[in-house]
């Protein structure tokens, strides 16, 4: 019976959040995270036959911008340090990739695939993330005046094997940026800053919000069910009423004045 009861236990048990991070072990000064085997030009070539798929290509550090790579194939490809300011991304499959401190400042990523991406300290402010697919690493990125209407950054239970595929929006700059109707359910936004964002109509149901700013930001209609407010700033609010927080966790340790 103390058995069955123990098998029981684990399985109603909380599923963690990560099991690790994805840059444990990875070492970031190796040939596959900072050299490039092809260059813009052979990039040009490929987008005018028409398809493109730089599926695990080493691209880390090619100046890339404004090129038209809408729809094109980069999962898990590496571009690391790239420079994609105003590139055209839209509905691209960027799966796995690997684009530490990228510069997708002004990108189009809308309707993007972006599962599992590690965007840590990347670049996106102004960046068009609209109906993106964003269970991303955007930990530190900028985000700030960005467009995510609509997008999807909500954790992945379907297969929890690695730990919790979510989007990471921890200690991100996202100030001004539009979360309008974005699924955030079990996304962890810690310590993000959020001041004057737009969050009218998004879901952060059983988000992790400890410590983030949300000083002046628009929360009208936004769903906060279950989510974990732990010392989150939630002063000057647009939109808030009495049952904005009502099942919020840990209300009581919101800063609120």
Do not use: C, Y
């Not at 490809?77 to 839209?90: P, W």
């Not at 700030?144 to 200690?171: C, H, I, P, W, Y």
């Not at 940026?177 to 936004?189: I, P, Q, S, V, W």
């Amino acid at each position: 019976m103390l058995r069955t009861l123990t098998f029981l236990g684990l399985l109603t048990a909380p599923i963690p959040a990560i099991a690790q991070s994805a840059l444990d072990g990875v070492d970031l000064s190796s040939p596959a995270m900072t050299e490039a085997e092809i260059t813009r030009a052979d990039v040009e070539a490929m987008i005018a036959t028409g398809e493109v798929d730089l599926t695990r290509k080493k691209m880390n550090g090619l100046n890339l911008s404004g090129l038209d790579l809408s729809g094109a194939t980069l999962r898990a490809a590496r571009m690391n340090h790239v420079n994609l300011t105003g590139a055209n991304l839209t509905e691209a499959i960027l799966d796995q990739a690997w684009m530490l401190e990228a510069n997708l400042s002004g990108a189009k990523l809308n309707g993007a695939s972006l599962f599992q991406t590690q965007m840590t300290k990347a670049n996106l402010t102004g960046a068009d993330l609209t109906n993106s697919r964003a269970a991303a690493d955007f930990t530190r990125a900028n985000l700030e005046g960005a467009n995510m209407t609509g997008a999807d950054f909500s954790a992945d239970m379907k297969n929890q094997s690695m730990g919790l595929m979510r989007g990471v929006l921890r200690k991100v700059n996202a100030e001004g940026a539009n979360f309008t109707g974005a699924h955030l359910m079990r996304a962890d936004l810690e310590f993000a800053e959020l001041t004057g964002a737009n969050f009218r109509d998004a879901d952060l149901s059983m988000a992790t919000l400890g410590g983030a700013n949300f000083t002046g930001a628009d929360v009208e209609g936004a769903q906060f069910r279950n989510a974990d407010v732990t010392s989150t700033r939630l002063i000057g609010l647009q939109g808030a009423n009495d049952t904005t927080f009502s099942k919020a966790k840990n209300l009581d340790r919101a800063f609120r004045k």
